[in-house]
């Protein structure tokens, strides 16, 4: 009886032994702990080149490249304040494709389109906070002006006559200045641009007036001399610009606009991949390498957990929904 029941056992843990072994051995099991990613990842900017969002993306991709084991490679698709580019990632079933999260996509247009293509929430996972960008307000350098307060007067002795230009409606920048507007009591005529390099360019060209716009996109032409910076949208002066005054220093107590920047991936996709790419991208975000290249262009590297970010786009989405409904901004033709 005894011989029988040992003989039984062992049996038994031969043969759960054996399909352990080739459940371990399985394709789909083995790519499933292992494999992935099995070809290089796609981080799309939901932007056109040029503006903050490449900088933050090319720094953080470049990083995430070197430990994760595939490359890692920036693709931007512009349009639709980012509509385009959300839905298109939203939908994406390859377990390769990721996106540049931002406070336009995620905290912006659920509030400024009728109906939108994607559901930030239901939609996406996210994955970490890379980056926030504090916003400068920079002017062309033949405007007779040199600081924010000088601005504010001469926009309103010549009422209609100032002109700014963003990246595009609902954007970080169209957000900015209509922030500054409501709080200063200016009327400034908006251009809305597809992108900020675009914008740039036309502001540089003096087709344009002012702008708001995200540091790392603007330091070398303020240093060139070929925008003038009036006003940082921090609440301390920054340590690349320390003669330039912050907005709330210049009259405006308690103002404070940053823009952010974040890892996102379609809900869809698996949740062992998400865990591994919330590891591999925090690491990036708070590696020396990306804190130094971030800081050179005045953005700040963070690098939360998915839990922390979720919460941060929560709060973002409950802090603009007013503002937005008070500037009454709406995307182009609606």
């Not at 062309?140 to 963003?166: I, R, T």
């Not at 060209?205 to 540091?215: E, K, M, N, T, Y």
């Amino acid at each position: 009886m005894n011989h029988f029941d040992t003989s039984a056992l062992t049996r038994r843990q031969l043969l759960a032994s054996t399909a352990a072994s080739a459940l371990a051995l399985s394709p789909t099991f083995s790519q499933a702990q292992a494999a992935w990613p099995s070809k290089p990842l796609r981080l799309v900017v939901p932007f056109a080149p040029g503006g903050s969002s490449e900088i933050v993306a090319r720094a953080l991709a470049g990083e995430m490249g070197k430990t994760i084991g595939q490359s890692v490679f920036v693709d931007n698709k512009p349009g639709a304040a980012g509509n385009i580019a959300m839905q298109e990632v939203a939908n994406s079933t390859d377990e390769h494709t990721l996106i540049l999260g931002h406070i336009g996509t995620l905290a912006v247009n659920p509030y400024i389109f009728p109906k939108l293509s994607y559901d930030p929430a239901k939609d996406f996972t996210p994955i970490t906070l890379i980056s926030k960008v504090p916003s400068l307000y920079v002017v062309h350098p033949d405007l007779p002006v040199k600081n924010l307060k000088e601005f504010v007067a001469y926009a309103k002795a010549n009422p209609g006559k100032l002109n700014y230009g963003s990246a595009g409606n609902g954007s970080a920048g169209h957000l900015a200045f209509e922030y500054l507007k409501m709080v200063s009591d200016t009327f400034i005529l908006h251009v809305p641009y597809r992108g900020t390099g675009p914008m740039l360019t036309d502001l540089m060209a003096g087709r344009l007036d002012a702008a708001a716009v995200g540091a790392p996109a603007l330091l070398q032409f303020i240093k060139a001399g070929k925008l003038r910076c009036i006003a940082t949208g921090t609440s301390t002066r920054l340590p690349q610009l320390p003669d330039v005054p912050t907005v709330a220093e210049q009259g405006f107590k308690g103002f404070e606009m940053t823009q952010w920047y974040g890892l996102m991936a379609p809900s869809k996709m698996a949740k062992a991949n998400i865990d591994k790419l919330e590891k591999e991208a925090i690491a990036a975000a708070r590696s020396k390498i990306v804190n130094d290249k971030l800081s050179q262009d005045t953005a700040l590297a963070v690098g939360n957990t998915r839990v922390e970010f979720e919460a941060f786009i929560k709060l973002e989405q409950a802090r603009w929904k007013p503002v937005i409904a008070r500037a009454q901004i709406k995307p182009e033709g609606v």
